[in-house]
């Protein structure tokens, strides 16, 4: 999986089996996901580019190194997206933010479009997509599919949980689209959810299971 980025940091990681736990609850699943958000993060953004800027510290005049632009955009793959966000523009505050809503058919699991916003200028951003799971991919695929219809040609797909179904699915579809994660998990279920996972993202965080 030479497109996959599997970020094992430890509290990464202790964080992440937290929020598997079934009697964790909906408050401290929420802050969990922000504070992995935040973790992951600081990997997905690792070669932002930067550039020398002259400042004034309280001794003497230097170079010191800034970021070289602020063209960047985080996209919400909806719902359960929105709970990545957070922590990622606590990094980034001045980052612009689009959406694209998509469910999944019950019965055929295909993603269907409802909603699409994001800035005009996409086309001259890195473009960081989040959605807590990467299962069957599909929701995935159809938001960047959206994205690159609409100018995106820069991506990269941040995720808590994957499965190798979903990772196989969406490198076909988008070889030139990275991922990040904390966890490739065993297996997909017969309903599409990720074994053993960690539920349904969305639910557990808006409270709603």
């Known amino acids: 999986m030479m497109n996959v980025t599997i970020v094992d940091h430890p509290l990464i990681q202790h964080k992440l089996t937290l929020m598997r736990r079934k009697e964790t609850p909906t408050s401290l699943f929420r802050r969990l996901v922000n504070e992995i958000a935040m ?3 600081y990997e997905v953004m690792r070669d ?3 550039t020398k800027r002259e400042i004034e510290t309280p001794l003497e005049a230097m170079k010191s190194p800034v970021l070289a632009g602020k063209k960047l955009c985080f ?3 909806l719902r359960a997206g929105n709970g990545l966000l ?5 990094l980034m505050p001045s980052a612009r933010v689009g959406h694209v809503g ?15 916003k994001v800035p005009q200028d996409i086309g001259e951003r890195l473009v960081i997509v989040v959605d807590p799971m990467l299962a069957t ?5 159809a938001a960047v599919d959206r994205l690159k219809q609409g100018g995106a040609n820069k991506l990269k797909f941040v995720c808590l949980l994957a499965a190798p179904e979903g990772v196989e699915a969406f490198t076909q579809a988008h070889p030139d689209v990275p991922i990040f994660t904390a966890a490739i998990d065993r297996e997909l ?4 959810y990720i074994l053993p996972g960690l539920g349904d993202a969305g639910d557990r965080i ?3 299971r």
Do not use: C, K
């Open 102 to 116: 998509l469910y999944r058919d019950p019965t055929t699991l295909v993603a269907v479009e409802y909603y699409y």
């Open 39 to 41: 973790l992951l993060g």
């Open 86 to 90: 957070d922590g990622m523009l606590t």
């Open 75 to 77: 996209v919400s793959i």
């Open 189 to 192: 279920n017969d309903h599409g």
């Open 48 to 50: 932002l580019e930067l």
């Open 137 to 141: 991919a599909n929701s995935a695929i």
């Open 206 to 208: 808006y409270g709603t």
